[in-house]
């Protein structure tokens, strides 16, 4: 079965750090643009951050950029957001994806052909 674990989550405080990983197994991520979603309370799922299968392509929303790091290691078939100078905005259930092969850049939810389960994320003030 494909699996992608993410783990790494937790609560901090406004300005806090935060590194998030997704161990893969029964996938090889080296074929596959990894991405990161996020899902805040009452909200849609938003993508956070796309890494191309090299690593040389990347994408971060604006609301991440220069705080978030998306990066992988194919090696260790994980990929990992390191996510600094955390916000109250930055709350909500974080999920790993690989995308399908088909999908735009960035990938959407419903261009995602794996799910991991999520990891939250929660910021306080």
């Known amino acids: 079965q494909v699996q992608l674990v993410e783990s790494g989550g937790g609560s901090v405080q406004t300005g806090g750090s935060l590194r998030l990983s997704c161990a893969a197994s029964g996938l090889t991520i080296s074929a596959y643009a990894m991405a990161w979603f996020r899902q805040a309370p009452g909200k849609g799922r938003e993508g956070v951050a796309t890494i191309k299968e090299g690593g040389g392509n990347i994408y971060y929303a604006d609301s991440v950029k220069g705080r978030f790091t998306i990066s992988r290691d194919n090696t260790e078939n994980t990929v990992y957001l390191q996510m600094n100078s955390l916000l109250p905005e930055d709350t909500g259930m974080y999920y790993c994806?690989?995308?399908?092969?088909?999908?735009?850049?960035?990938?959407?939810?419903?261009?995602?052909?794996?799910w991991g389960q999520g990891t939250q994320v929660t910021v306080s003030s």
């Open positions: 994806a690989a995308a399908a092969l088909r999908s735009s850049w960035p990938p959407q939810p419903w261009h995602v052909a794996y």
